[in-house]
DNA sequence: AACAACCTCAACCGCATCAGA
DNA sequence: GTCTGATGCGGTTGAGGTTGT
């Protein structure tokens, strides 16, 4: 991939080189990499004199070339994994990488952004109808029990008497996903103090 | 075949936080 | 305590690839 953004000449001639990394530059960070260790970002940079800032030399060694990176799509397993950790964490990518060997923070929000961000606005628009459907029901179900009220009231005007019995649970149906999740949060949490 | 629209992902940017002097 | 440089993080951009018309 030939990145190069439009710049001015004035603009290349005094900025660190941009754009896309070449072989020859990752073979030259590597090296220093390897005899310095990945720290003191600035020093690598000006040794491996590649006309590059420290920032941009671990975002690339970060990123790409690392040990054990994993490359190539992500698992249904390793999905699930980052859905849950969303749900839990938000956009702490670094957080949630963390939490999947190999994989990096930006390829995970990458991968969030394009990929899972887009099934959660479907899944929310599903949601979104049937609560849309629950609320009719819900409503439905007051309107009946007012009825039966108004029916069985006793002509005195006391409320006593009535047949109603109202178990604001029937109006709920829990699946077992809420429970399954405090389950995992709670494992999650113990592995951090762990 | 040509073009537009959309998608992917590497790289950049700005800000926040950390660590050492 | 505070100043400064280094590092880390999340948001954004845009080139190149893919798909649709």
């Given at each position: 991939?030939?990145t190069?953004?439009?710049?001015s000449v004035?603009?290349?001639?005094?900025?660190?080189?941009?754009?896309?990394w070449?072989?020859?530059?990752?073979r030259?960070?590597?090296?220093?990499?390897?005899?310095?260790?990945?720290?003191?970002w600035?020093?690598?940079?000006?040794k491996?004199?590649?006309?590059?800032?420290?920032?941009?030399?671990r975002l690339r060694?970060?990123?790409?070339?690392r040990?054990?990176?994993?490359?190539?799509?992500?698992?249904?397993?390793?999905?699930?994994?980052?859905?849950?950790?969303?749900?839990l964490?938000?956009?702490?990518?670094s957080?949630?990488?963390?939490?999947?060997?190999?994989?990096?923070?930006?390829?995970?929000?990458?991968?969030?952004?394009?990929?899972?961000?887009?099934?959660?606005n479907k899944?929310?628009?599903?949601?979104e109808?049937?609560?849309?459907?629950?609320?009719k029901i819900?409503?439905?179900?007051?309107?009946?029990?007012?009825?039966?009220?108004?029916?069985?009231?006793?002509?005195?005007?006391?409320?006593e008497g009535?047949n109603?019995?109202?178990?604001?649970?029937?109006?709920?149906?829990?699946?077992?996903?809420?429970?399954l999740?405090?389950?995992?949060?709670?494992r999650?949490?113990?592995?951090?103090?762990?």
């Amino acid at each position: 991939m030939a990145t190069m953004k439009k710049e001015s000449v004035k603009t290349m001639e005094t900025m660190p080189n941009k754009g896309a990394w070449t072989a020859e530059e990752d073979r030259k960070l590597a090296e220093v990499i390897a005899t310095h260790g990945a720290k003191r970002w600035r020093t690598i940079a000006s040794k491996a004199a590649l006309n590059r800032c420290g920032k941009s030399c671990r975002l690339r060694w970060l990123n790409y070339l690392r040990p054990n990176i994993k490359r190539g799509n992500i698992s249904d397993q390793e999905e699930d994994l980052i859905l849950r950790l969303h749900k839990l964490l938000g956009n702490r990518w670094s957080l949630i990488a963390g939490r999947l060997p190999g994989r990096t923070d930006n390829e995970i929000k990458n991968y969030w952004n394009s990929h899972l961000s887009k099934k959660i606005n479907k899944k929310g628009k599903q949601i979104e109808a049937s609560n849309r459907e629950c609320q009719k029901i819900e409503k439905k179900t007051v309107e009946i029990s007012l009825e039966l009220k108004e029916d069985n009231k006793p002509h005195n005007g006391s409320e006593e008497g009535s047949n109603v019995n109202f178990n604001i649970d029937d109006l709920f149906d829990f699946t077992d996903e809420d429970t399954l999740n405090m389950e995992w949060m709670s494992r999650f949490l113990e592995m951090d103090e762990a």
